[in-house]
């Protein structure tokens, strides 16, 4: 079965860090762009940032650039996100979704896992 | 960033009734070279993570139902459900891959009237 699965939610003081996992499984996932996307409860989704099939190339939205890393093991079929200087506005449901097969970054998300929900709170 | 505004927020729609969602952007989606609108449409249902339903304004993703089209181009796109289902109450956003970052309309909540 193709999917994703998220991984390593949960709750963590405002300064902490968390590290979340998306485990992909019924395709070849290192041939494809994948993205994280998060959405806070009862809020829309926001895109939080991508990396390319290969790890070499990734971006981030303004409000996660130089706290939040990701990054990806092909052999292991599993890309991260590592969360450090959280802050209560990085609570909601972290989603990894699937862009594009070949080299364009700029691709819809055809795939989505079901999310793991982080709480940043004292 | 390029901002996406859906309308309405909210729709309430009778069984068997059109449902019309309506989404502007702030510049033109539409990539000259290929003449492709980058532009996506995603269902969200309650406690489940959105779906696929449109890319490129009008594609059908596979095995989404023909009553779901959409249309548009450059800045002005909509999503029509032709005749509403009881399962199609839902969450319903637009996203832009344009350019980076990729943004996401607010949301539009369909109800059943």
């Known amino acids: 079965e193709v999917q994703l699965v998220e991984s390593g939610g949960g709750l963590v003081q405002p300064g902490g860090s968390l590290r979340l996992s998306c485990a992909a499984s019924g395709f070849s996932f290192s041939g494809y762009w994948m993205h994280w996307v998060r959405q806070a409860p009862g809020k829309g989704l926001v895109w939080v940032s991508r990396?390319?099939?290969?790890?070499?190339?990734?971006s981030y939205a303004d409000s996660v650039k130089g706290r939040f890393t990701i990054s990806r093991d092909n052999a292991k079929n599993t890309m991260y996100l590592q969360m450090n200087s959280l802050r209560v506005e990085d609570t909601g449901v972290y989603y990894c979704a699937r862009g594009n097969e070949y080299g364009d970054a700029l691709w819809y998300f055809d795939l989505w896992g079901r999310g793991t929900l982080v709480t940043v709170s004292s | 960033d390029i901002v996406m505004t859906q309308s309405p927020d909210s729709l309430a729609v009778s069984l068997g009734e059109r449902a019309t969602i309506n989404c502007k952007s702030t510049q033109s989606v539409l990539y000259n070279s290929n003449n492709k609108n980058y532009l996506g449409w995603y269902q969200q249902k309650p406690g489940q993570p959105p779906k696929l339903l449109i890319y490129w304004a009008s594609t059908r993703e596979s095995g989404v139902p023909d009553r779901f089209s959409g249309s548009g181009s450059g800045t002005d796109f909509t999503l029509t459900i032709s005749s509403l289902q009881a399962e199609d109450v839902a969450v319903y956003y637009c996203?832009?891959?344009?350019?980076?970052?990729?943004?996401f309309g607010q949301g539009t909540k369909v109800e059943i009237k």
């Open positions: 990396i390319n099939s290969y790890g070499s190339s990734t």
């Open positions: 996203q832009q891959y344009y350019s980076t970052p990729p943004t």
